[in-house]
């Protein structure tokens, strides 16, 4: 992430245990109070009145964008029938109906945004959108690096409409360097940043994580970019550009890998799902059809009460080491005993003695699991067409405000009235020439 007014300093070596104790160290009479619990909710969202304006699709930013309106943002998805986002034709429709107004992913990114159908390609769209800009906090785009300047609404134009306009743009790569042009998906950018060699069977190649992974992860990031800026125009008066690398976001979820090899010079390898702390360490079958159970023992105790479970005391002592070195054979026999058994009863008898273990869950065992039904992670909103649609929750919770979804993803347009109408107060000869001009398509 690189910050146009804000950047970020370099970080310096990780401090020694205890080297700071003596600053932070406080007297017991000047620790403040803690705040009181709060007794109820506040009324209002803590984003509300936060406008975004929204370029993006597929995932990555429109999952941003997501995580802002959840919390009260007005958010304006700008979108086209001339060129459809991915997520209207993919990932599963509603009752296997294929229609682009059916789609079940789009539902669930785009909840509580407004669709305004534009066609940017029209000369006349320009306009509309700066107008738009001229209204918005926030600005969010993933187009091609050069794209934005090139239909003439790039930072500096936008800027000079809005000077406290805050606009994030994401790419696999970023703005800057020699892969600045490569455009792609979430997948390509984790096959460059590390994920697909270091994922899979030794003996086979490269797996790598499911779907288009940065896409996944770099929300978080980017979001936390937003509201970054978003504090730092509020002390300083302005708005800024933020130029974000999907890649480089993922980046950090390898850094055990990074810091070991610049300790070691040893490229992390793949290792299928043995870890060298823990044995047994790996997914195994179990009773039914493509049923599984996952298995961790942390430590020599834990692997001795597993051994009671299987009653097989006779390799209660085997060490770590000597675990691993058996893995193949261990795994075998791990296996054969599990597959008789259920993967619930499995998970329940060896969580009792401490030890990790868990069904694996297909999508239906996720939408009923006791635990994210209890926190209500998979809300439902309404939806003009499809009826009541199911969306994918947002992972925490707040303690004095709350977040929610009033209607899932829009259809074509759907807001562009109110949009055109009450956000910019156009009359109804501009909406029509927009109209006979195919811009609000």
Not at 261 to 275: A, L
Request: proline share 7%.
């Amino acid at each position: 992430m690189h910050a146009s007014e804000s950047p970020l300093r370099r970080l310096g070596p990780a401090p020694d245990l205890g080297q700071h104790d003596e600053e932070v160290r406080v007297p017991r009479t000047s620790r403040p109070e803690l705040p009181p619990p709060a007794k109820k909710l506040e009324p209002s969202r803590p984003l509300e009145g936060l406008k975004v304006l929204d370029f993006s699709w597929v995932a990555a930013g429109p999952l941003t964008t997501k995580l802002l309106a959840f919390w009260g943002a007005e958010v304006v998805r700008l979108e086209s029938v001339t060129r459809p986002c991915l997520l209207r034709g993919a990932l599963g429709h509603r009752d296997d109906i294929p229609d682009q107004e059916n789609a079940i992913t789009w539902h669930s990114v785009n909840a509580n945004k407004m669709s305004l159908a534009i066609n940017l390609s029209k000369p006349e769209a320009k306009q509309v959108v700066l107008d738009l800009a001229a209204w918005a906090d926030i600005a969010v785009e993933s187009f091609t690096p050069g794209t934005l300047d090139a239909m003439g609404m790039g930072y500096e134009v936008l800027r000079g409409i809005n000077p406290r306009i805050i606009l994030l743009s994401s790419c696999l790569f970023g703005q800057t360097g020699p892969l600045r042009d490569f455009a792609g998906f979430g997948n390509l950018a984790a096959a460059v940043a590390g994920f697909y060699d270091i994922t899979g069977w030794p003996d086979r190649g490269a797996a790598g994580p499911y779907m288009a992974y940065t896409d996944y992860t770099s929300p978080r990031f980017s979001a936390a970019a937003l509201l970054a800026a978003l504090d730092y125009r509020r002390r300083t008066g302005e708005g800024q550009y933020l130029d974000f690398s999907q890649a480089e976001a993922a980046t950090h979820y390898l850094t055990p890998g990074i810091v070991d090899y610049q300790r070691t010079g040893q490229v992390p390898s793949r290792r299928g799902n043995s870890d060298p702390d823990m044995a047994p360490h790996g997914v195994y079958p179990a009773a039914g059809v493509d049923k599984w159970c996952a298995i961790a023992c942390e430590n020599d105790e834990q692997w001795r009460s597993f051994c009671r479970e299987m009653r097989r005391e006779d390799l209660a002592e085997l060490t770590l080491s000597e675990r691993h070195e058996q893995s193949v054979a261990l795994d075998d026999d791990i296996g054969a005993w599990t597959k008789n058994q259920s993967a619930g009863g499995l998970q329940i008898r060896l969580q009792r003695h401490g030890i990790a273990a868990h069904m694996v869950q297909d999508t239906s065992d996720c939408m009923n699991d006791p635990q994210l039904v209890h926190r209500g992670h998979f809300p439902w909103a309404p939806h003009p067409e499809a009826g009541q649609v199911m969306i994918d929750g947002i992972p925490y919770q707040l303690s004095r405000s709350a977040g929610g979804f009033d209607w899932a993803g829009p259809t074509y347009g759907q807001h562009s009235m109110e949009v055109l109408e009450d956000i910019l107060g156009y009359d109804g000869d501009q909406i029509a020439e927009l109209a006979i001009a195919e811009v609000l398509e």
